[in-house]
T-cell receptor
Framework: GAGVSQSPSNKVTEKGKDVELRCDPISGHTALYWYRQSLGQGLEFLIYFQGNSAPDKSGLPSDRFSAERTGGSVSTLTIQRTQQEDSAVYLC???????????????FGPGTRLLVL | QKEVEQDPGPLSVPEGAIVSLNCTYS??????FMWYRQYSRKGPELLMY????GNKEDGRFTAQVDKSSKYISLFIRDSQPSDSATYLCAMGPNAGNMLTFGGGTRLMVKP
């Protein structure tokens, strides 16, 4: 596909369960970002991958959140022991080059809507 | 106080109206200013990008940055129902060398 894809599009889970969210960036994009969007709130930065460099995890809200990027392409965001406050839309974005995240156009996926009951 | 403030709306206007969307910010280090458009159940898409102060025009859209007032605006001329979306301002770099996003303004253009 031409754009960033994310799966699943919707996820309903029970409090305490683990969830995995997947992001397929645009082919050839070296930078990948995860954001969280809560109702009426701006995009909250979570984690950033750039090539083979160590990821910037400064936005992860707790140690229940982790992410990996395999082979410089697909990324998985894992939330362990989910809580109701984790309910949000999780957006993934990729960009071609990074000289600072703000310098390059970020292309967003459609998001995964997570609801924790 | 949030680093970037944006009125959530909703803002409802008739087709053909001029729309003004605004954000204020507190971080004087911001140099890059962007507007993203997000349709329902879609990811944001970059609409306008401005470096430092001044105006930038692209078709019906004009972005303005006033760094002295820490205020940015997006104007939409001859608004169309297809412009109905949430508009998010974004700016950087923040302390983490990333973008800081506003909460978004929901715009509804009625035919």
């Amino acid at each position: 596909g031409a754009g960033v894809s994310q799966s699943p599009s919707n996820k309903v889970t029970e409090k305490g369960k683990d969830v995995e969210l997947r992001c397929d960036p645009i082919s050839g994009h070296t930078a990948l970002y995860w954001y969280r969007q809560s109702l009426g709130q701006g995009l909250e930065f979570l984690i950033y991958f750039q090539g083979n460099s160590a990821p910037d995890k400064s936005g992860l809200p707790s140690d229940r959140f982790s992410a990996e990027r395999t082979g410089g392409s697909v990324s998985t965001l894992t939330i362990q022991r989910t809580q109701q406050e984790d309910s949000a839309v999780y957006l993934c974005a990729s960009s071609l080059v990074s000289g600072g995240a703000f310098k390059e156009t970020q292309y967003f996926g459609p998001g995964t809507r997570l609801l924790v009951l | 106080q949030k680093e970037v403030e944006q009125d959530p709306g909703p803002l409802s206007v008739p087709e053909g109206a001029i729309v003004s969307l605004n954000c204020t910010y507190s971080n004087s280090a911001f140099q890059y200013f962007m507007w993203y458009r997000q349709y329902s159940r879609k990811g944001p898409e970059l609409l306008m990008y401005t470096y430092s102060s001044g105006n930038k025009e692209d078709g019906r859209f004009t972005a303005q940055v006033d760094k002295s007032s820490k205020y940015i605006s997006l104007f939409i001329r001859d608004s169309q129902p297809s412009d109905s979306a949430t508009y998010l301002c974004a700016m950087g770099p923040n302390a983490g060398n990333m973008l800081t996003f506003g909460g978004g303004t929901r715009l509804m253009v009625k035919p």
